[in-house]
Nanobody, 117 residues
């Protein structure tokens, strides 16, 4: 059973920073991709940042230069450092993993990030 547990969300003012964490547990086998998505009220879930097939990274244009994805393999944890937050970054942020084994998708429970202007 693969589990993803996020933490680190909260309420901040515009211009401030937050770091999200996602700890991955269970038998994942080799991982195809892992990263972060977000979903704002009334909008579709969208990719924020991810590692793809190892060390390659993808970022949404809207967060490029402000957000950084990183990982600690020893802790099975990925992070999302979010700087210069904007009100439009307000959303529920989800950790996401795709494994090579059957290309299974796993999601965390989500953590709320609210940015006030």
């Amino acid at each position: 059973q693969v589990q993803l547990v996020e933490s680190g969300g909260g309420l901040v003012q515009a211009g401030e920073s937050l770091t999200l964490s996602c700890t991955i547990s269970g038998s994942t086998g080799r991982i195809h991709s892992m990263g972060w998505y977000r979903q704002a009220p009334g909008k579709e879930r969208e990719l924020v940042a991810r590692f793809l097939q190892g060390s390659s990274t993808n970022y949404a244009d809207s967060v490029q230069g402000r957000f950084t994805i990183s990982r600690d393999n020893a802790k099975n944890t990925i992070y999302l450092q979010m700087n210069n937050l904007k009100p439009e970054d307000t959303a529920v942020y989800y950790c996401h993993v795709i494994t090579y084994r059957h290309y299974m998708n796993y999601w965390g429970q989500g953590t709320q990030v609210t940015v006030s202007s």
